[in-house]
């Protein structure tokens, strides 16, 4: 029988008469529909007993095609698709794709926008993060922070809604700046939500960061070097908490991040209880953020000059920011027309998952889970 | 027939050692059904509670703040369509339920919930509870291997590894509560359940407080590995959500899985209450040395009625604060009727002869209510345990500490 599989899998699955009882080994299935694998991921496990031997992801189980969409759009058209990537994080995406844009069409958006885009992005990280919080807790076993990390999530979503009118999938920015200009308020409602988190975030920390048990799963789990991490092109919080310092709103400064004074939080030794204190300080470094940039809101336009139709000069681009789970990159080859000729996008959850092979190997099953949550994908990104 | 039956309220033993059969049968309906209520209100109160630690509001619908909500799934249960695997052994799936459920009620056959509320004495009692309760790991085994599928497999295989082990440990622990029964004035110890607690009223200390903090470990330790033995958060695993579905359970569905949920909640009550006979003095009420006299134990005796009432006015301000629209008419009705069913309980209970009567049985459902909350307050608050770290503390280090404990309470009991 040919294979029908494009690669040989790793796991070498076996003859089908044979069953789990011949051997000391077990093939696992894992999802599409199981509890913890963040959607629809699929995951096949070689088991022997309780230690993992192996780890085989199957994808695509989310595919909507979005890149191919996008050569069929125009370049605003295509727009609100991107924030169906990572749709907890729609902000992020959002703005990376807009200023892929404008760096193609040479335009740029005045400082108003980008500090309203700062805002919002951040916004957006901290709401990522309290998801991420909320289910890699729960992944191990803690069902409270869940709920906890929702009610908070709430208030950032109730930002958005006032901004433009959508919690999730905002479509909030625009090529060459922001549609909107900020509600009446909208300065308060930041100010007003920056004071209420910090309490917040120390109430997820005191049920978790010494709990013994939360210690005990997390620590050593899921160790990844930083020459794995960059041999992989692993990026976002499991490269900082390996000890690499690379944040893309420092290394490449985009939008208004070279006006804000923040620190890179970094990790010692790139295990899943690393990845989580590095998500926490970055938490509070968001806040940070976002409080200085509420604060020096500019006034002036938020639109720069967009041609009616936008029309780029062929040629290509690559533009990355430092979206919440990594680096999102845009790379958009133009053909002079006015859709793009292609949208390749490089999504950090997709990269990133690459990595859980390494990770979980020779570890038992119920580190996979918490490997799997650390990772922190989206599966709408790793599909796309 | 008639004297057959009235003789045995003159007599002041338990049913079992009366040999009176017929009084037995009452009392044996009374325990299943008095733990199938309790069992029912506990899923509810687990629901509300959980809830309200979690900032929601829990079931609301179905009946006053959800209390008819444990009823309407079980009905719900019922009626489902039952679905048996088509690859799995029939007959081994349809005992395993059923294997479990009995090994956690036979427990109750020595429970006393009183010096003569109980359906019988054993002399074994305790040797017989920890006997019976550890048989449903053979049901779990069962459920696991009857499914033929891998995640109830490995489920039922971590949750028999667990709990033998925590086994191990347990039993220690209760060892050392059954050498301080032998410090009794007639200088014997006894293994009966009965026996047990009245020691610990003729040495006139509950055996928590005794040779402190040795009596105090043993019972944090009985306290940490009865939630394992029950299976319950943290230490979950067998039926880890996140990664084995429900474990040893994710192929049943509707009847039998409500009996395995009836099996694990009636089981929580038994060890719970092997807890609080070794432990905390069973039956007898609270501050037995400090506050003694005639005017205390009268205190005492009325205040479960006390507690009835509070509660009973507690649901009518429900009653009167609950809107005034039509649409909450049914609510408030049943509200009231549950609010005056327990203003009445509350009243009965001030009849002396009564009061006399379930003023032990009211002590000893409150102790054993206080670990279902603790049950709740772990669920809501502590991660899982992964399997290795899981078999870490039972052997390394609850087995250790009890057999310190052990060997510490044998020479206490040797030299004081």
Redesign the interface.
Known sequence: MPDSTPHPSPLELGSPDKTFLDSNELILNMGPQHPATHGVLRVILKLDGEKVLGVECVIGYLHRGVEKIGENRTYAMFNPYVDRMDYVAAVSNGLGYCETVEKLLQIEAPPRANYIRVILTELNRLASHMLWLGTHALDIGAMTPLFYTFRDREEILKIFEKYCGARLTTHAFRIGGCLYETYDGFEHDVKKFIDFVPPKIDEYEELLTSNRIWVERTKNVGNISAADCKALGVTGPVLRASGVKWDIRKALPYAAYPDFDFEIPVGANGDTYDRYLVRMQEMRQSLRIIRQAVEGLPEGPIMAKVPKVMKPPAGEVYHSIEAPKGELGYFIVSDGSTQPYRVRVRPPSFVNLQALDLMVRGQLVADVIAVIGTLDIVLGEVDR | MLDYVTSYLSSNTTPGQAGNLVWALIYILIVFGGVSVAVMAMNWLERKA?AH????LGPMRVGPHGLLQPIADAIKLLTKEDIIPERADRLVFWIAPLIILCASFAVYVVIPFGPTHAITDLNIGILFMLGVSSLSVLGVVMAGWASNS??PL?GSL?SSAQMISYEVAMGLAVVSAILMTSLNPSGTGTLSMIGIVEAQQQQQIWYLFKFFPLGFIAFAIFAIAMVAETNR??F??PE????L?AGFHTEYSGLRWSLFMLGEYAAMIAVSSIAVTLWLGGWLRPFPNALTGATWDLAFSLFPGFLFLSLAAVAWVGVIRMPKHPYFRIQTLGLAGFGSVLGLIGLVLFVPPVRDRIQDIFWFTAKVAFFMYMYIWY???????????LMRVGWKVLLPISLAVLIGTAVAGMVL
């Open positions: 959980l630690f979690q900032i929601r891998h995640y490995i971590r958060a943290p979950d695993l880890a959500e996140s990664e579905t669920r809501a608050t502590f991660p899982r345990y992964r399997f290795d770290q």
